[in-house]
């Protein structure tokens, strides 16, 4: 026998051990929809849903979570958290709570991989500048949910994309942990038809709340909320922003006052309250305690004048910087960097169906906090010239 051959029995022999070993609320691999065939493509050992986490680690866009600011831009600490670890933590804690109720995974670990990868520089401060730029250019709401669809399935590979799952797709984009949720109960009847429509109407609704189509894409949701509030404290503590005392009463009596025990007891509350159920919950009192943190979370951390004390100057960047792309674009000067670093090599299709200022907006959401921070230097402040240079340029 070939080896290929093996390998695809082994294929064989893991996707029919699902059916057994996970629970019947589990979302298959087998199960796995694209949008583009690829059944005639050797697919080799891998799992569908393996397949779409390992084109996820490979991607671009996940290099650069390397130096993406979670929640604290413009500060030197090697201990604050970046969006490289806390998409590596939501994987963890996704999967600790998809083995304990027997979900898939594979399909929770590549949910977790790119459920941030539409993020823009500079944390959720630069998706709100980026979004009111795209609403005065009239091309919709900035929403790094959306963009990580887009980033992952129509802008990837010179615009070729992954194909990723449906599953996988539906999962990056339904992650709002910032919308805190008692309960989860999966949208299964779901297609890309019903996912682009999901898309637009969130881009012109971005309150809107819209609910995963699996178990796993749940858990992503809220191993999401359950991995950043507790390391957001930390880190706050850690640069002297909030002091430990200052938590909430009754969440450390429910929750505890570190990280740590706020993931164990968040995770024990959110398995046990779920165990063979159709839907993901927290029981009330856990639940309402997650609330009141994150709330908490929201008026002395992320709003804190002391964490927004350069947001203006920032907000200036991004809006200096879109003008000066568009202004590139709409004169076709081909020597900008967003020709020569982006649109180089991009399909026709892309470059066709996309608006000026939405190549603007896919630039800038791409980019890690240091290389927005050089295009700045490079576009927007004035460069010292030598002598030499007036000399030569007088005898022109």
Known sequence: ?????????????????????????????????????????????RQNFSIDADRILHSLAYSRYIDKTQVFYL??????????LHVQLVSKIGRTIGRLLRLNEDLIEAIALGHDIGHTPFGH??????????????????????????FLQEIERKGRGWNLSLQVLDGIFCHDGEIHSQALEPRREKTFE???????????????????????????R???????????IEDAIRLGIIHRHDLPQRCQEVLGDSNGTIVYRLVEDLVSSSLDKPFLSFSEVVG????????????????NPKVKAQTRKVQLMFELLFETYLNDLENGIESSD????????????????????????????????????????????????TRRFFEDSDKI
């Not at 609403?135 to 887009?150: A, D, T």
């Not at 892309?350 to 190549?359: D, L, M, N, S, V």
């Not at 630039?363 to 576009?379: H, P, S, V, W």
């Open 1 to 45: 026998m070939k080896k290929g051959e093996t390998l695809r029995e082994i294929r064989a022999a893991l996707d029919g051990s699902e059916e057994r070993r996970l629970s019947s609320l589990a979302c298959l691999s087998a199960e796995a929809i694209r949008l583009r065939d690829e059944s005639t493509v050797s697919a080799g050992h």
């Open 75 to 84: 500060i030197k600490n090697d201990h604050i958290t970046h969006r490289v």
């Open 125 to 150: 401060d630069g998706e709100k500048f980026l979004s009111v730029l795209c609403q005065q250019y009239r091309i919709g709401s900035f929403l790094h949910n959306i963009q990580g669809v887009r």
């Open 194 to 220: 019903i996912l682009h429509r999901e898309m637009a109407q969130k881009s012109a609704e971005p309150l809107h709340d819209m609910w995963p189509m699996t178990l796993e894409g749940c858990v992503v």
């Open 222 to 232: 809220m191993a999401d909320s359950i991995s950043y509030v507790g390391r957001d």
């Open 288 to 303: 309402e305690s997650l609330r009141q943190l994150k709330r908490f979370n929201q008026e002395n951390i992320y709003r």
């Open 338 to 385: 967003i020709y020569r670093e982006f649109l180089e090599g991009m399909s026709s299709r892309y470059k066709t169906e996309t608006p000026p200022a939405g190549i603007v907006r896919d630039f800038i959401a791409g980019m890690t906090d240091e290389y927005f921070l050089e295009q700045c230097r490079k576009n927007l402040i004035p460069q010292v010239r």
